[in-house]
């Protein structure tokens, strides 16, 4: 027969007692029975992340000679007594450990490990230009867990957390950008990628001087490194635009302008400059002439200048004649006679030249013949009056001075003289140009042993006939008395040259009448 008892550990004494059942007879046996102890198995261990290393440490009773891990993944096994392992998958494992002690004796325990999943790491980029910044997008996830933090880390030192990142960088070029992921199990995973910045374009452009109504002509110089320039886009000053590198452009007016480059790269950079350019005045060519000359006479000419004219830095005008001067208000002879042109060109200090030519503007003219005829050159005073004619050859106007203090715009006239003398009697003519010439003739009044008295004057201020006097000559002495018709002496003189005005000795005027001498 069998029988089951529980032992306790140690020593234990079993007796055995047969007895024949004929006889009643019996016998007794005793063994001592010894029980183990029997070994408790244990060990520790951690969840980790996949990837990372299980650590199992042996936490069995003493006095065992063998251990035996089965890892839970139909995979892996050790006889270690503290074995390392690295799972092939996340997920939870069931783990058993096997002991064995020195007496045979065995013991096992199993216990749950969970390898957490690893997060997947991975972002986006959107490079971009300069000084606009990079996009970066998280696209990290984790199985079976969640993301407890993220970290974006870039060459400058900067961090981020945010899944979304646009990060300015001081320069274009190629930079790296790491991003770690936390879940929420502490396993961290990290990706390192490449970013690169496009350069801008970097714009300088220059202007030629240029004058109104010139070609203004641009040179650019703009780059871009290691990329090439795809379009340009000029706009000067709203007024006009082009495409071309190197453009030309003939502004509306002077003045300055604000003139402006755009340009894009082929990785669609945009940069833009605008920059002023001065468009300076044209001088005027304005001046002052009077268009008939005389031969051999000076035309003036007088430069006007324009409101707002730049300064002049020379002059040139052309006669006609070949003569050419580069004074600002010049004169010049005419040495023939002709129709002429008459040009100026004129220079300012930026450059700016302007120019005009007045066709056949100038006409030079001869000279009228001054000349004229009289009845006689040689005249006595008792007969001094004598009559002019003009002979002169094309004159319209005409002017006489009778050397006497009398004139005459008459073309024929006459003239009396008062006094025997010689006379310079001069004829001025003049063209309807105003060219003019003279001519002087010598008229002789000669002196007559005379005695001369006129009988009646008029004294009325307007310098004909205001005195009265005798005209005698030869007379050594000399005198005069009038009296009014009393009788009364109401003017006397002793001398040739003293006459009688019509007033009386305290200067009052008599009355008009007869008088006696």
């Known amino acids: 027969d069998t029988v089951n008892s529980i032992m306790t550990v140690g020593n234990n004494n079993v007796t055995l007692t047969v007895t024949n059942l004929e006889n009643s007879c019996f016998d007794t046996l005793t063994q001592n029975i010894f029980i183990n102890l029997t070994p408790q198995a244990n060990f520790l261990t951690n969840n980790v992340c996949f990837g990372d290393t299980v650590k199992f440490i042996d936490d069995s009773s003493l006095d065992v000679i063998n251990y035996f891990y089965d890892f839970g993944d139909y995979i892996g096994s050790s006889s270690s007594q503290n074995p390392n392992y690295i799972y092939t998958n996340p997920g939870i494992y069931n783990v058993t450990l096997v002991i064995n002690s020195s007496m045979g004796c065995q013991d096992s325990i199993s216990k749950d490990i969970v390898v957490y999943d690893v997060p997947y790491v991975d972002f986006i980029i959107q490079n971009n230009c300069e000084d606009v910044g990079n996009i970066f997008k998280d696209l990290s996830s984790v199985s079976n867990g969640n993301i407890a933090n993220r970290e974006f880390r870039f060459d400058d030192g900067s961090l981020y957390n945010d899944s979304i990142v646009n990060h300015i960088f001081d ?117 002052d002439f009077i268009s008939d000359v005389c031969l051999g006479e000076e035309l003036n000419i007088h430069y006007v200048a324009n409101r707002n004219d730049p300064n002049i830095a020379s002059w040139e005008y052309s006669f006609g004649d070949g003569n050419i001067s580069n004074l600002q208000n ?188």
């Open 171 to 287: 320069e274009y070029g190629l930079f790296d950008v790491s991003l770690k992921v936390v879940s929420t199990d502490g396993c961290v995973d990290s990706i390192v990628k490449t970013t690169q910045v496009f350069p801008k374009p970097v714009i300088d452009f220059t202007a030629s001087d240029a004058c109104d109504g010139q070609k203004t002509f641009f040179n650019n110089s703009s780059l871009v490194p290691n990329s090439s320039i795809i379009s340009h886009n000029w706009n000067f000053s709203s007024e006009g635009f082009s495409s071309d590198r190197n453009p030309t452009y003939i502004f509306s007016s002077d003045g300055v302008f604000d003139v402006s480059l755009s340009i894009a790269s082929d990785r669609g950079c945009e940069s833009s400059l605008t920059k002023e350019v001065v468009v300076y005045k044209k001088p005027s060519v304005n001046f």
């Open 330 to 517: 010049p004169t010049h002879r005419y040495n023939y006679l002709g129709v002429f042109d008459l040009g100026l060109s004129v220079v300012s200090l930026e450059g700016c030249e302007n120019d005009t030519v007045i066709s056949e503007i100038i006409e030079v003219h001869d000279y009228p013949v001054a000349d004229f005829l009289t009845n006689k050159f040689f005249v006595s005073e008792t007969d001094p009056k004598i009559y002019l004619k003009n002979n002169s050859f094309e004159a319209t106007i005409f002017y006489w001075d009778f050397d006497n203090g009398q004139y005459s715009y008459q073309e024929n006239t006459s003239v009396t003289f008062d006094e025997p003398n010689f006379y310079d009697v001069k004829l001025t003519v003049s063209n309807k140009f105003g060219c003019s010439s003279e001519v002087v003739k010598t008229i002789q009044v000669t002196a007559e042993h005379t005695f001369f008295i006129p009988n009646s004057f008029t004294p009325d201020g307007d310098g004909v006939n205001d005195v009265f006097i005798p005209k005698v000559s030869k007379v050594s002495s000399f005198e005069m008395q009038v009296f009014n018709r009393w009788g009364v002496v109401v003017f006397e003189s002793s001398s040739i040259n003293l006459g009688w005005d019509g007033k009386n000795s305290r200067g009052e005027d008599l009355s008009n009448g007869m008088y006696l001498y």
